[in-house]
C-alpha cells in the first residue's frame, strides 16, 4: 500500500534531540491526522488538519509540534521529549473532515526515546 | 467526549472457531467502524455502520450495530489464522474518531 508513507519507519532518539515525522499521502484527500500508539492504550489523537489549518489539538504536550505545509504532507516536529513519549506515531488522511468516513493510515513510525 | 469500551481485550482460539468482539458505549452513536491492525502493522478500515440495527457481512466477517446505537458486534466465522491481529472500533464526530481499547485475537492450528 503507497496511498500513504511516513518517514522514518524507526527513530531513536535522546531527550534533548529535535528531529521530524514526515507523512505524505498520495491520495488528494483534504484531511489529515496524527494519533498516537502506545503499548495497551487505545489510538490516542493528536492533531487534525483540514485543508491546511489544524482543527483540533487534542492537549498535547507542547514538545509536539505539528506542520501542514500543503494538504499532502505532514510532519510532526518533535523536541525535548521524555521516555514515555516513546510510541507508535500513526498518521492517516481522509477525503475530508466530516462524521464517519473512512481514514486510511500510514505504516508508522516507531519512535523509542532514551 | 465519546468513548467505547471493547471487551475483550484479548482471545486465544483454534482455527475453525468462532469469535466475537463486542463494542459497548454509554451514549448513542452516529456511526461505528471496524478496523484490522495486524501485528506489525497499521489499521485497515474494514467496515461503516451508520443505521440502527444495521447488519453488514464480509465473507467470514459479520459486523452488527445496535438498535439504541450504543453497541456494535464484529464476529468471525470459522476464523484463519490469517485472522490474527487487533480489531479495533472507532466512532467519529466532525474532527475526530475516536477508537476503542481493541480486542487482540490470536488463532492457533
Known amino acids: 500500500e503507497t496511498g500513504v508513507t511516513q518517514t522514518p519507519r524507526h527513530l531513536v532518539m535522546g531527550m534533548t534531540n529535535k528531529k521530524s515525522l514526515k507523512c505524505e499521502q498520495h491520495?488528494?484527500?483534504?484531511?489529515m491526522y496524527w494519533y498516537k500508539q502506545s503499548a495497551k492504550k487505545p489510538l490516542e489523537l493528536m492533531f487534525v488538519?483540514?485543508?491546511?489549518?489544524?482543527?483540533e489539538n487534542n492537549s498535547v504536550p507542547s514538545r509536539f509540534s505539528p506542520e501542514c505545509p500543503n494538504s499532502s504532507h505532514l510532519f510532526l516536529h518533535l523536541h525535548t521529549l521524555q521516555p514515555e513519549d516513546s510510541a507508535l506515531y500513526l498518521c492517516?488522511?481522509?477525503?475530508?473532515?466530516?462524521?464517519?468516513?473512512?481514514?486510511?493510515f500510514g505504516p508508522g513510525t516507531r519512535l523509542t526515546v532514551l | 467526549g465519546q468513548q467505547v469500551m471493547q471487551i475483550p481485550q484479548y482471545q486465544h482460539v483454534q482455527e475453525g472457531e468462532d469469535f466475537t468482539t463486542y463494542c459497548n458505549s454509554s451514549?448513542?452513536?452516529?456511526?461505528i467502524q471496524w478496523y484490522k491492525q495486524r501485528p506489525g502493522g497499521h489499521p485497515v478500515f474494514l467496515i461503516q455502520l451508520v443505521k440502527s440495527g444495521e447488519v453488514k457481512k464480509q465473507k467470514r466477517l459479520t459486523f452488527q450495530f445496535g438498535e439504541a446505537k450504543k453497541n456494535s458486534s464484529l464476529h468471525i466465522t470459522a476464523t484463519q489464522t490469517t485472522d490474527v491481529g487487533t480489531y479495533f472500533c472507532?466512532?467519529?464526530?466532525?474532527?475526530?474518531?475516536?477508537f476503542g481499547t481493541g480486542t487482540r485475537l490470536q488463532v492457533t492450528l
Open positions: 451514549t448513542t452513536l452516529s456511526n
Open positions: 472507532a466512532t467519529g464526530t466532525a474532527s475526530k474518531l475516536t
Open positions: 492517516a488522511s481522509s477525503p475530508r473532515l466530516a462524521p464517519g468516513g473512512e481514514q486510511f
Open positions: 491520495l488528494g484527500h483534504n484531511a
Open positions: 488538519y483540514s485543508l491546511e489549518e489544524r482543527v
